[in-house]
């Protein structure tokens, strides 16, 4: 069974900058689309950014020129650059890795990130 290792989550102030690591325990074949997501106390898991095989990404309109998603095939992981955090980011961020046909689901356990002064 695969799993995904999160790391870089923390206590940051409001401003400031973490970036996001995901990596699978082992080689995983035909990646399709690497995610962040992220959810808060009360509130439905949302999709915060992810990027296909090809490069292409997507973000959440409430992230859009703050946080940048990344891949590094090679070594199947994915990364989350979040600058100019704000209290409203403050959730735990779950990674998830995408099989082409949905050939696998893969969740990370979660990283808590907080943003407060």
């Known amino acids: 069974q695969v799993q995904l290792v999160e790391s870089g989550g923390g206590l940051v102030q409001p401003g400031g900058s973490l970036r996001l690591s995901c990596a699978a325990s082992r080689s995983i074949f035909s990646i399709n689309v690497m995610g962040w997501y992220r959810q808060a106390p009360g509130k439905q898991r949302e999709l915060v950014a992810h990027i296909t095989s090809g490069g292409s990404t997507t973000y959440a309109d409430s992230v859009k020129g703050r946080f940048t998603i990344s891949r590094d095939n090679a070594k199947n992981t994915v990364y989350l650059q979040m600058n100019s955090l704000k209290p409203e980011d403050t959730a735990v961020y779950y990674c998830?890795?995408?099989?082409?046909?949905?050939?696998?689901?893969?969740w990370g356990q979660g990283t808590q990130v907080t943003v407060s002064s």
């Open positions: 998830n890795f995408l099989g082409w046909a949905r050939a696998f689901d893969y």
